[in-house]
C-alpha cells in the first residue's frame, strides 16, 4: 500500500527539541515532494513547507522559515519536521502530505499522513 | 505570499441542499488550486485538484469552477457525511497557501 506514516504523539517542555517523523512507503520516495502542515487546536490549516527528498531542495513558508526544519532522510524513505526549542504555541496536530503526479502532472495533494500530536506544556 | 480568501467560513445547510463556498486569490493563480475536506480529528482529503478535477473515488455531486482568482466548490445535493470542514489551497507559487476554511454544519 502507498502510505505515509507518522510518529506518534508527543509531549514536551518549553525549550525542548523535537524531531517528528514521516515515513513514505509503497512509491518511490524520492520521485515526490513531501509538504508538512499545521493545525493548532480548534483552527484552520496552515502551509509550513514542502521538501523533496531526492537533493532535499526545501521550501519555507516566511511563518515558519527560522522556525522548524524540514529535512529528508532518502536511505531510509523518511522525512522529519524539527524544532531546536519548542514553545506552547508549538501545540499542535502536524501531518505531512504527498502530492500526485500524472504524466508529468500535478494532481493535488492526495496522500496524507494520520497526524502527529505534539503537546508543549510545562 | 499569495493570500487565499474563503467564504463563508461557516455555513448552515439540510440534507439535499446545494452549496456553493467561495475562494479568492489575492493574485492570478491560473487553476492552480485543489479543495480538501476535513472531519474531525481526521487528516484532510483531497475532493478536487486543478480547480476543476475530480479526484477519483470522490462522488461527483461534488464539483469546482474557476480559474484566475476565483473559485468555487459546489456541492449539488448535501449529504450527511458531507458535513465538514473544506479548505482551498493553491500550489501555483510558493509558498502554497490555504482558506481559512468553511465550516458546513446541519441546520
Known amino acids: 500500500d502507498v502510505q505515509l506514516v507518522q510518529s506518534g504523539a508527543e509531549v514536551k517542555n518549553p525549550g525542548e527539541s523535537l524531531k517528528i517523523s514521516c515515513q513514505g512507503s509503497?512509491?518511490?520516495?524520492?520521485?515526490?515532494?513531501i509538504g508538512w502542515v499545521r493545525q493548532m487546536p480548534g483552527k484552520g490549516l496552515e502551509w509550513m513547507g514542502i521538501?523533496?527528498?531526492?537533493?532535499?531542495?526545501?521550501k519555507y513558508s516566511p511563518a515558519f522559515q527560522g522556525q522548524v526544519t524540514i529535512s529528508a532522510d532518502k536511505s531510509i524513505g523518511t522525512a522529519y519536521l524539527q524544532w531546536s526549542s519548542l514553545k506552547a504555541s508549538d501545540t499542535a496536530m502536524y501531518y505531512c502530505?504527498?502530492?500526485?503526479?500524472?504524466?508529468?502532472?500535478?494532481?493535488?495533494?492526495?496522500?496524507w499522513g494520520q497526524g502527529t500530536v505534539v503537546t508543549v506544556s510545562s | 505570499a499569495i493570500q487565499m480568501t474563503q467564504s463563508p467560513s461557516s455555513l448552515s445547510a439540510s440534507v439535499g441542499d446545494r452549496v456553493t463556498i467561495a475562494c479568492r486569490a489575492s493574485?492570478?493563480?491560473?487553476?492552480?488550486l485543489g479543495w480538501y475536506q476535513q472531519k474531525p480529528g481526521k487528516a484532510p482529503k483531497l475532493l478536487i485538484y486543478?480547480?476543476?478535477s475530480l479526484q477519483s473515488g470522490v462522488p461527483s455531486r461534488f464539483s469546482g469552477s474557476g480559474s484566475g482568482t476565483d473559485f468555487t466548490l459546489t456541492i449539488s445535493s448535501l449529504q450527511p457525511e458531507d458535513f465538514a470542514t473544506y479548505y482551498c489551497?493553491?500550489?501555483?507559487?510558493?509558498?502554497?497557501?490555504f482558506g481559512q476554511g468553511t465550516k458546513l454544519e446541519i441546520k
Open positions: 502530505t504527498r502530492p500526485n503526479y500524472i504524466s508529468g502532472f500535478f494532481h493535488g495533494f492526495d496522500l
Open positions: 509503497g512509491y518511490s520516495f524520492t520521485s515526490y515532494w
Open positions: 521538501i523533496y527528498p531526492a537533493d532535499s531542495d526545501t
Open positions: 493574485q492570478g493563480i491560473r487553476n492552480d
Open positions: 486543478a480547480a476543476s
Open positions: 489551497l493553491q500550489d501555483n507559487k510558493y509558498p502554497y497557501t
